[in-house]
């Protein structure tokens, strides 16, 4: 079955310093990628997204590329600030076949400190 | 548009009660899910739903309930609670043409 795994936290850095948060995927087809984020008591909220190789989706500073050879679609982030502390899901959906159903990983806790 | 929206936001139980967590959500969405986030578990689908009358289980279905009689409203009932429900829930929808999930802000419940 499909299968999202991302590393494990907490990732701790400086503010200003360059964040990556690696994920790699197996599925079936040709699934649609995404990466959410979880602010402290909050749900779930799209970050962004890729819906076939090569594409990159980006959003409020972060990128991600769709990888298809290597499987992965890997957080990046030149210059994190305080504000960025939260839990980073890295998560797939079928786009073709299957289950409408997403998968996600574990998610990662990013910490900032000033 | 509210988006999707949980009642309660906390909610402490004793064991062997039982209650309804509410979800709505505002956008025609078609599929709507229940997760449980549980520290270092991730997301764990409980049930979710296709349509109005169209529901079926996840990973973890045991214990609960729900239905689907109208398109906004996706209700996930407990039966007879326990300790190890305890956990944040969140509600989750999306539309037909899409794959990113909305959620609700989630339920934090204590059953002791």
């Known amino acids: 079955g499909d299968s999202v795994t991302q590393m494990e936290g907490p990732v701790t850095l400086s503010e200003e310093a360059f964040l990556t948060i690696n994920c790699t995927y197996t599925a079936t087809g040709y699934p649609s990628l995404f990466w959410y984020v979880q602010y402290p008591g909050e749900g779930l909220q799209l970050l962004l997204k890729a819906t076939k190789a090569d594409d990159k989706g980006s959003n409020k500073g972060f990128e991600a590329t769709y990888r298809k050879e290597t499987t992965s679609f890997h957080l990046e982030k030149g210059s994190v600030q305080v504000s960025d502390s939260a839990v980073y899901f890295c998560a797939l959906s079928a786009s073709s076949g299957g289950s409408y159903i997403p998968t996600f990983g574990r998610g990662t806790s990013l910490i900032v400190h000033p | 548009n509210a988006g999707v929206t949980q009642t309660p936001k906390f909610q402490v139980l004793k064991t062997g009660q039982s209650m309804t967590l509410q979800c709505a959500q505002d956008m025609n969405h078609e599929y709507m899910s229940w997760y449980r986030q549980d520290p270092g578990m991730g997301l764990r689908l409980i049930h979710y739903s296709v349509g109005a009358g169209i529901t079926d289980q996840g990973e973890v279905p045991n214990g609960y309930n729900v239905s689907r009689s109208t398109t906004e409203d996706f209700p996930l009932r407990l039966l007879s609670a326990a300790p190890s429900q305890t956990s944040v829930y969140f509600c989750?929808?999306?539309?037909?043409?899409?794959?990113?999930?909305?959620f609700g802000p989630g339920t934090r419940l204590t059953v002791t």
């Open positions: 989750a929808s999306r539309g037909q043409q899409t794959y990113e999930q909305y």
